[in-house]
């Protein structure tokens, strides 16, 4: 299997902005406690830049990464 192009998973990705390390994500992670109203997501590249998104106390766990992936595609990449 050549080392160019990842393993078909069989899941559907979504567009996913760069980082700006200069890195294209795979996958995002969030870090949200239920309880709490906003979260912080970050890419499975550097993990050094954060974004805060607002999780709204949801525990669905497909609205969560929604709302994590567009704030993460939302936020503005410094120059």
């Keep these: 299997m ?8 069989g ?12 890195q294209q994500p795979v996958a995002l992670m969030c870090e949200v406690d239920n309880t ?3 979260g912080n997501v970050f890419g499975d590249c550097c993990g050094e ?3 805060e998104f607002n999780n709204n106390y949801t525990q669905d766990k497909d609205k969560m990464a929604e709302r ?6 939302a936020a503005p990449r410094p120059d």
Aim: proline share 9%; with cysteine.
């Design 36 to 38: 709490r109203k906003r």
């Design 2 to 9: 050549s080392q160019d192009k990842p393993e078909d998973d």
């Design 11 to 22: 899941l559907v990705r979504k567009e996913i902005y760069p980082c700006p390390c200069g």
């Design 68 to 73: 994590a992936r567009k704030a993460w595609n």
């Design 49 to 51: 830049w954060q974004v």
